[in-house]
């Protein structure tokens, strides 16, 4: 069956240290993965996408990884704050754009 | 820049009762719009798309039914809400071809009782 898994545990780190969220897929072929943020009640911001054919991608303090071999994607934050705690979500896209298929998300805290 | 509006935030309702939920993006034209449903510490689920006016695309079949009448209004709805209807709905937007990222409202919390 088709599957997208992210760490159902919420991840705790302190601040400064480097966060590493992980998202599993299977029995899907994405053509592109994106992670968005989301705050309590409120809608999920885009932050990062990555291509297929992308091994990785940063913006700022953000780091995205695509092993399309392993089926995974892993999204860093170094030098944590306390104001990235969120739910972080990742998307699997697919050829034609429009439908995404979305994880549960991982419940990042950051302890100062 | 562009925005999206979503109303109404919270709503109530009991079962057996209508629903409308709209949305409306202003600062672009021909978007594709997008309504999602996400239940407590669950993901997205995609109930709907639609990349033009009249242009629906149902990704779930169930009581729920969307409508496009403008290029940048879009609408949810249901004759008759269920229990299970209860959740956080989220519409959002993205540029078609020229981009894939979807930008979200600030979505409605339905709860029907």
């Known amino acids: 069956s088709q599957k997208i898994e992210q760490n159902s545990e919420a991840l705790n780190i302190q601040e400064g240290k480097t966060a590493t969220l992980t998202c599993n897929y299977t029995n899907y072929s994405p053509a592109y993965l994106q992670w968005y943020r989301q705050d309590p009640g409120r809608g999920p911001v885009f932050l990062l996408l990555?291509?297929?054919?992308?091994k990785e991608k940063r913006k700022e303090r953000l780091k995205v990884t695509f092993d399309t071999t392993l089926k995974q994607s892993l999204f860093h934050i170094t030098a944590s704050q306390p104001a990235d705690s969120a739910t972080y979500l990742c998307a699997l896209g697919f050829t034609g754009g429009f439908k995404t298929i979305f994880g549960a998300g991982t419940r990042l805290f950051v302890k100062a | 820049s562009q925005t999206i509006h979503q109303w109404p935030a919270t709503l109530v309702q009991p079962v057996g009762s209508p629903l409308s939920l709209e949305c409306t993006v202003e600062g672009t034209s021909n978007p594709n719009l997008y309504w999602y449903r996400q239940a407590a510490g669950r993901g997205l689920q995609l109930l709907f798309y639609?990349?033009?006016?009249?242009?629906i695309s149902s990704e779930v079949p169930q009581n729920l039914s969307a409508s496009r009448p403008q290029d940048r209004q879009f609408i949810l709805s249901s004759k008759k809400l269920l229990l299970s209807d209860s959740g956080f709905y989220l519409c959002?937007?993205?540029?078609?071809?020229?981009?894939?990222?979807?930008?979200f409202g600030p979505g409605t919390r339905l709860t029907v009782t």
């Open positions: 990555i291509r297929e054919n992308e």
């Open positions: 639609s990349v033009g006016i009249g242009q």
């Open positions: 959002a937007w993205s540029q078609g071809w020229l981009s894939y990222e979807q930008y």
